[in-house]
């Protein structure tokens, strides 16, 4: 059974740091992008970072790059999200994801067949 388990979020004030640990099990990590992506309240999905796992190349979202890092762990099929200098319209739920065979462009192309895991509130106060 795939599993993807995000955790790591919470309260934080603006200018501070999280970092979230989406865990993977049940599937071949080496096979698939991992993607973190955010809803914030009445917004729509949206891919904020993702990374290759074949490769290691990496996709931010313009209104983080600079500010998050995403990188993985591959023994321990886990992927992180290091969130630094936070404001709050980064406030949403963090959701991680996995697809097959894919790229650093699943931040943008993402589709049913994708796998995702529960999410992770991160809010940012001002």
């Known amino acids: 059974e795939v599993q993807l388990q995000a955790f790591g979020g919470g309260l934080v004030q603006a200018g501070g740091s999280l970092r979230l640990s989406c865990a993977a099990s049940?599937?071949?990590?080496?096979?698939?992008?991992i993607g973190w992506f955010r809803q914030a309240p009445g917004k729509g999905r949206e891919g904020v970072s993702c990374i290759s796992i074949k490769d290691g190349s990496t996709y931010y979202v313009d209104s983080v790059k600079g500010r998050f890092t995403i990188s993985r762990d591959n023994a321990k099929n886990t992927v992180y999200l290091q969130m630094n200098n936070l404001k709050p319209e980064d406030t949403a739920v963090y959701h991680c994801?996995?697809?097959?065979?894919?790229?650093?462009?699943?931040?943008?192309?993402?589709?049913?067949?994708?796998?995702w895991g529960q999410g992770t509130l991160v809010t940012v106060s001002s």
């Open positions: 994801a996995a697809q097959l065979y894919g790229s650093k462009w699943f931040c943008e192309l993402w589709g049913p067949s994708d796998y």
């Open positions: 049940g599937f071949t990590f080496d096979n698939y992008a």
